[in-house]
């Protein structure tokens, strides 16, 4: 007899109030929660949803910091020594991005494979979510994904007031890329330009 699953995408992260290129006050994805995903302590002993010492794995993690030089450290410096206003002149590409109004420095996507009554068994979750890693990678090449992490560990309200366990989860971070751009610095942080790049859509 075989069993069906269901399966939910959605895009995660941190909200905060901003305001996009047309000055409109916009709720925007920033940052993904890096402190979360690996399970700093110094954050997630606040989290009353996290189980202290359940199941949770790290695949991948690069630091944000880290990831954005290697990603886009030649070309903004190769923009920035051009640059003559101090007001157009930053310390890092990663700091100019995170004080940007309209760009979201680090993307997340949350996937679950079922829910908290019917899953899979935890191997073949693991097994699933790994696949999706790996085939996100192959057919995404301009979303650079710098952290993959394995959730097991975390309870979710009943509706009732009450916790009870959730579903295992995976979290998936990434950059998109845009590797030719023809205004300012010539690789940037560019969904549009990503997807473009991809041939997803056109303009």
Known sequence: MSV???????????????????????KKLRQACREH??????????????????????????????????????????????????SRQFDSYYQKVKKSKTLVPVREALITIGN????????????????YVDE???????????GAYYHADEMRDDGNGALIKGAPHLHLDYIPVAYKCKRGQRVQNS???????QGIFKY
């Open 4 to 26: 069906t699953y269901t399966a939910s995408f959605h895009n995660g992260g941190m909200e905060e109030n901003g305001v996009d290129s047309k000055g409109r006050k916009r």
């Open 37 to 86: 995903n690996i399970r700093d302590p110094a954050y997630c002993d606040k989290q009353d949803h996290i189980i202290k010492g359940g199941v949770h794995e790290i695949w991948i993690d690069i630091p944000p910091e880290k990831a954005y030089e290697q990603i886009f450290g030649k070309s903004f410096r190769n923009f920035n020594s051009k640059q003559t206003k101090k």
């Open 116 to 131: 908290c009554e019917v899953m899979p068994d935890e191997e073949v979750q693991k097994a699933i979510y790994k696949a």
């Open 136 to 146: 996100f990678i192959k057919q995404n090449p301009n979303m650079k994904v710098i």
């Open 191 to 197: 969904m549009n330009g990503a997807l473009i790049e």
